[in-house]
C-alpha cells in the first residue's frame, strides 16, 4: 500500500496518523508540505518539501489574492508529485488538506489515487469566526470574496472517494449537497502518551517549581490571538488574581497571528493586551511561555488547576482534547467547536467567550474548590479516551474510509463515507 500525505505544515493534523500506518507491515508512507512551514519529522515517512511558490507572472488583483495563491500552492505540490512519479511512487490512497490548494492538481499526476479529502472549514459569512466578534468587524474585501477561499475544498470533494470532517460542527458548516458525503472523524490523540502525572512538576524561569500542589491556571494556543480568546482571558486575569492571591498563571503560546488579523502598530496581541491591562496585573505571577517542547507543554496540563480554552466559532485545537486527556478541570468558551465536546457541569465548564467577569468568576471558584476539579478533569479523560484515544477510534476510522476509498472507482465522484464514522446531518 502507498499512502500520501498532503498538508502544508505536514504532518499538522496527520502527525499520528503518518507515524501509524508507516510502522504498518507493507505500507509505503510519503509526506508533502511546504519548505517554510516547521518541518518535523515522522519516523518511518519519506518527506518532500515545496517551495517557493511561483511568482504572479500579472500584477494581482487584490479580491483573488487568495484564490491565486492557493492556485500556486496546487501548482508548486503538483511539481513535487511529477517528481515522485518519475522516481516511480504512484499513490493508492492520499490522505490531503486541500484547504490551502495542496490538492488541487493532484489527479492530473496521479488520475487513479483514491483522495480521502480531510474537510476541516467551509467559511461563511454569518454564525462562525467573521462576523463573531464586534470588535473587530470585518473589512468588505473579507466578507465580499470570502466564499473563494472555499474553492479548493470543494474541488477536492468532487473527486474525492470518501470525505471526512474532525467534528459534527465543522461538517455542519459545508453546504446541503456536500454535507451528506463527509464522515465526522476526529484524528484522535495518543492518550496513553497524554495523560494525569500527579509527579509532573514544571520549573518557571524564576527557577519556582510548580506540582499539582500549588494554584496554576494555564491557557494555550497556538498564538496569542483574538480568534483564541487572548483578550478575553487577559481582560479577566486581574480579576482572577485579586480573588485568588496565590495563583500562577501560565499561557503557552506564540506571539505570532495565525488566524486573524495583525494588530496595528504593534508586535503581537501580547503587547496590546498589556498596555491594556498590564498595570493591573502581577507580573510576577504570570510566565508567558512562549512554545514549549511536547514534553514540557504536557507537564504544564498536568499541573494544571484550572485549564481555560476560549476560541471564536473556527476549528476546534488539539490543545482543548489533550486538556481533556490530561484530566484538566476546563473552562471553556460557550461556542459551538467547544460546545460540542465540553458538556456544563459534566466534563467541565462553559462560559460566554466576552464576559470577563463571569470568566473571572468561573476560574477563581473553580480553583479553590478541589472536589469539583477533580470530578470535572476526570471525567473529561474519560471521554477523551473514549471519542478521541488515537488507537481505539481514530485509527480504526482512518483505516475504513481507506477500505472505502479504495472500493471507490478513480474516476468517480465524491462517494458515501465509510460507516465508522457519524454521518453529517442534513439539517
Request: proline letters at 7%.
Amino acid at each position: 500500500m502507498k499512502l500520501l500525505f498532503l498538508h502544508p505544515n505536514f504532518p499538522g493534523q496527520f502527525k499520528n496518523l503518518a507515524a501509524a500506518f508507516a510502522a504498518k507491515a507493507g505500507y509505503q508512507v510519503v509526506g508533502v508540505g511546504h519548505r517554510s512551514s516547521e518541518w518535523r519529522s515522522v519516523p518511518g515517512v519519506k518527506t518532500y518539501h515545496y517551495g517557493p511558490l511561483p511568482a504572479f507572472e500579472a500584477p494581482p488583483y487584490m479580491p483573488v489574492d487568495q484564490f491565486a495563491q492557493q492556485v500556486r500552492r496546487g501548482h508548486a505540490v503538483a511539481a513535487v508529485l511529477r517528481d515522485l512519479a518519475q522516481d516511480g511512487f504512484s499513490p493508492d490512497v492520499v490522505i490531503a488538506h486541500p484547504g490551502w490548494g495542496d490538492a488541487m492538481f493532484l489527479h492530473d499526476v496521479f488520475p487513479r489515487a483514491r483522495l480521502i479529502a480531510f474537510l476541516e472549514f467551509y467559511y461563511q459569512h454569518s454564525g462562525t469566526d467573521l462576523d463573531f466578534d464586534p470588535e473587530f468587524p470585518p473589512s468588505p474585501n473579507e466578507t465580499e470574496f470570502l466564499r473563494l477561499r472555499n474553492l479548493p475544498s470543494v474541488m477536492a470533494y468532487e473527486v474525492a472517494a470518501a470525505a471526512v470532517s474532525p467534528t459534527a460542527w465543522q461538517a455542519s458548516l459545508f453546504p446541503r449537497a456536500l454535507r451528506c458525503g463527509i464522515t465526522v472523524h476526529h484524528e484522535g490523540v495518543d492518550t496513553n502518551a497524554v495523560c494525569p502525572d500527579p509527579a509532573a512538576c514544571v520549573t518557571m524561569p524564576s527557577g519556582r517549581v510548580l506540582t499539582r500542589h500549588d494554584e496554576v491556571v494555564t491557557y494555550v494556543a497556538r498564538g496569542l490571538e483574538p480568534m483564541r480568546g487572548f483578550h478575553s482571558f487577559m481582560r479577566a486575569l486581574p480579576e482572577i488574581q485579586r480573588q485568588r492571591p496565590d495563583v500562577v498563571t501560565i499561557i503557552v503560546g506564540s506571539d505570532e497571528v495565525h488566524y486573524g488579523r495583525r494588530p496595528q502598530g504593534k508586535r503581537g496581541w501580547r503587547e496590546v493586551m498589556l498596555a491594556e491591562v498590564g498595570a493591573q496585573l502581577d507580573m510576577e505571577r504570570i510566565w508567558f511561555a512562549g512554545r514549549l517542547g511536547y514534553g514540557e507543554y504536557l507537564n504544564v496540563l498536568r499541573v494544571s488547576s484550572v485549564h481555560v480554552y476560549l476560541t471564536y466559532p473556527f476549528v476546534l485545537s488539539w490543545s482543548l482534547v489533550e486538556a481533556m486527556a490530561a484530566g484538566c478541570a476546563i473552562v471553556g468558551s460557550n461556542t459551538a467547536p467547544v460546545a460540542e465536546v465540553i458538556t456544563d457541569g459534566e466534563n467541565g465548564v462553559l462560559c460566554d467567550f466576552f464576559h470577563r467577569e463571569r470568566l473571572a468568576e468561573m476560574v477563581s471558584t473553580l480553583v479553590g474548590d478541589r472536589e469539583l476539579r477533580l470530578q470535572l478533569g476526570a471525567r473529561a479523560r474519560l471521554d477523551a479516551v473514549e471519542k478521541f484515544d488515537f488507537r481505539r477510534v481514530a485509527l480504526l476510522g482512518y483505516e475504513s474510509l481507506i477500505e472505502r476509498a479504495l472500493g471507490a472507482a478513480p474516476d468517480t465522484g465524491a462517494n458515501q463515507p465509510a460507516a465508522r464514522g457519524r454521518r453529517a446531518a442534513n439539517g
